[in-house]
């Protein structure tokens, strides 16, 4: 989908504009026959240095001590947590470094403000989804110029129907500063809409009901509830998850019935340990609604049937640490990806009449256990099994056939001729559909949704992520290489770069990476990175050691007392990348967000020599 938040454009632009002013800078005999593009970033790192220097502020040391179960420390800027934002002291000293990096960055708003409008200019501002069928109807999203929020709406029986609206987030968001439709479901019989909005942005969502026949908006309203909601097949009943007031965590499920007060919705589940988090959903023959209950090293799922809102839910496999598992349903009985001894998950059935008693020796496996090849997810359908893996840093999607009840037979994988792709399943509403929706991306290939035929393996195109501008993907080049790490270990890394790139050693260098959580960084298309690629810059992703671009293991080996090896991967990387003349030295750029923040400062510490610049965004530090 397409970038649309303003902050996010400017802070996206900025980053790029402090990178590209710090890669290309350099002296006239490098630049004289460098394209505009080129020369521009240099003209303004030249002009930064030229500028008046500008003292940073500096934080005052007023000791503070600690104690814990480890002793006492002393923290010398503990006075500048302030959680309420309310400390004038605190806030001085904000406003002064605000000050000092509007002005260190001065000389780059003209660049800026080019990266801006060039990101800008790549956006087609009336984009849509293609519509997906869904129990007789065609659903979509679209955008409109001038508006900032998605129009969810849908046709009856067929694509060439009239349109019917079922939500106008535009005309929901009037009147509020803030406003984000986080689930949104529509009943069985496709006559009501239910939402959850939040008009504060704290995540504390209203549940809001619609008649999609006479778009007259319900009196019904259930505040402070999470995103997620799951209709029963009544049409009137609907389950979610309550909040606590205080922690903002999702605590209790209910059901609540259209047309009575909330105060009577009947609970349906309290949640004691609040490291669970709670999500609701239905299986995806509507046979059940599901209650799910997930931590970090454990899950659990409760079903009831959907056509007895009185019906006590049951549990499919208790909660155990270190078994991690989702299931769903079809033909009488439960397709389950779990992790019980299966460290990349594997995939077992158990019948419906085995569920109360049956212990998970006694399930069926279905597709093993394959070390180093993570199952990351699956569709079930009448006809086929889906998979949903990650092998060798690579996204793919593999398909089989199979009968009611049975076992799935030989297996083929969706391939591309691609160095580096992301391929992942779409949205597949429908289990007896013959046409499998998938989506398709590289570092070359703007995402693009296609179908294909899972029994003669035609492959139709839907929809390809627009690119407005000069955009073409034969202009660039993507490369999958494999970096030596310190203690043996292979570190795969996706880079893209523009052909005729000035390459053995000359080209300056964005190496990006996260490395955190099992969280896997695919190599998608980013339409931004064309204006680091369209001035010569290589763009690199580090897969290191803490995601799961190589199964599970490659997580644990980077977390805990094994944290430092993300830190190393990301090092070794620049230097191999250094020494196959990928990259000049003293040209390389470094970036991380959020955990990955956590990983720029480790090498701004380690190694700060190897690097021009090193961005961390939103760190964790």
């Known amino acids: 989908m397409p970038l649309r938040t303003p902050s996010a454009l400017i802070s996206c632009s900025t980053l790029l504009g402090l990178s590209c002013a710090a890669l290309l800078s350099c002296g006239p005999r490098e630049t004289e026959r460098a394209p505009a593009k080129l020369?521009?970033?240099a003209k303004a790192a030249r002009a930064s240095a030229r500028a008046p220097e500008v003292r940073p502020?500096?934080?005052a040391a007023r000791p503070h001590e600690i104690t814990s179960p480890h002793g006492v420390r002393v923290d010398e800027y503990y006075w500048l947590r302030d959680d309420e934002r309310e400390d004038p002291k605190v806030l001085e000293y904000l406003k002064r470094e605000n000050a000092y990096t509007d002005a260190v960055l001065a000389p780059l708003r003209g660049l800026e403000q080019r990266l801006f409008d060039e990101i800008v200019g790549r956006i087609k501002k009336d984009e849509s989804t293609p519509p997906y069928r869904d129990r007789g109807y065609y659903y979509y999203t679209r955008f409109e110029p001038g508006k900032e929020y998605p129009i969810r709406a849908r046709r009856a029986g067929s694509q060439d129907a009239p349109e019917q609206l079922v939500l106008d987030s535009n005309a929901l968001a009037a009147g509020h500063e803030f406003f984000e439709v986080g689930d949104w479901a529509v009943s069985p019989d496709?006559?009501?809409v239910a939402w959850a909005e939040d008009t504060v942005g704290r995540r504390q969502y209203t549940v809001r009901f619609k008649d999609l026949e006479t778009g007259e908006v319900l009196a019904d309203a259930i505040p402070n509830?999470?995103?997620?909601?799951?209709?029963?097949?009544d049409n009137k009943t609907i389950l979610y998850v309550e909040k606590d007031p205080v922690t903002l965590l999702g605590v209790r499920v209910k059901q609540h019935a259209l047309g009575t007060p909330t105060s009577a919705d009947r609970l349906v589940h309290e949640e004691p340990d609040h490291s669970f988090y709670l999500s609701v959903g239905e299986t995806g023959d509507h046979e059940y609604v599901t209650l799910e209950l997930s931590s970090t090293v454990s899950d659990e799922l409760r079903f009831a049937p959907a056509a007895d809102p009185a019906a006590t839910f049951r549990v499919l496999s208790p909660r155990e640490r270190d078994h991690e598992y989702e299931a769903d349903h079809i033909d009488g009985r439960w397709i389950v990806r779990s992790n019980w001894q299966?460290?990349?998950?594997?995939?077992l059935a158990v019948a419906d009449n085995d569920v109360p008693t049956a212990m998970r020796g006694g399930w069926r496996e279905l597709v093993p256990h394959?070390?180093?090849?993570?199952?990351?997810?699956f569709d079930v359908f009448k006809g086929h099994l889906v998979l949903e893996e990650r092998a060798d840093a690579l996204l793919r999607v593999r398909v089989a056939p199979w009968g009611k009840g049975g076992a799935p037979g030989e297996f083929f994988t969706i391939d591309s001729d691609e160095p580096a792709y992301a391929a992942e399943l779409s949205i597949n509403a429908e289990q007896d559909a013959s046409w499998l929706r998938y989506s398709y991306t590289s570092l070359t290939t703007p995402e693009t949704i296609y179908e294909l035929h899972m029994d003669s393996r035609e492959r139709r195109e839907l929809k390809r992520q627009p690119v407005l501008g000069d955009f073409d993907p034969d202009n660039y080049v993507s490369e999958r290489v494999w970096a030596p790490a310190r203690d043996g270990a292979r570190v795969p890394v996706s880079l893209v770069y523009r052909k005729g790139a000035k390459r053995e050693g000359g080209a300056p260098l964005y190496q990006y990476a996260y490395g955190s959580y099992g969280s896997s960084v695919d190599p998608y298309f980013r339409a931004y990175?064309?204006?680091l690629l369209d001035r010569g810059v290589i763009y690199a992703i580090a897969h290191v050691r803490g995601g799961e671009e190589l199964g599970r293991a490659w997580y644990e080996d980077g977390k805990l007392l094994r944290k430092r090896n993300t830190f190393n991967d990301f090092i070794d990387v620049t230097e191999h990348?250094?020494?196959e003349g990928y990259a000049a030295p003293g040209k390389v750029a470094a970036t991380g967000g959020s955990a990955g923040g956590l990983l720029m400062g480790a090498i701004s510490n380690m190694r700060p020599e190897l690097y021009r610049v090193i961005v961390a965004d939103v760190p964790f530090v």
């Open 225 to 233: 509830c999470t995103a997620s909601l799951a209709w029963y097949a």
């Open 529 to 531: 990175s064309l204006s």
């Open 370 to 377: 394959r070390p180093g090849t993570l199952l990351r997810g």
């Open 57 to 59: 502020p500096v934080a």
């Open 39 to 41: 020369e521009e970033p």
């Open 577 to 579: 990348l250094v020494r």
């Open 342 to 347: 299966a460290q990349d998950f594997r995939l």
């Open 190 to 192: 496709g006559r009501l």
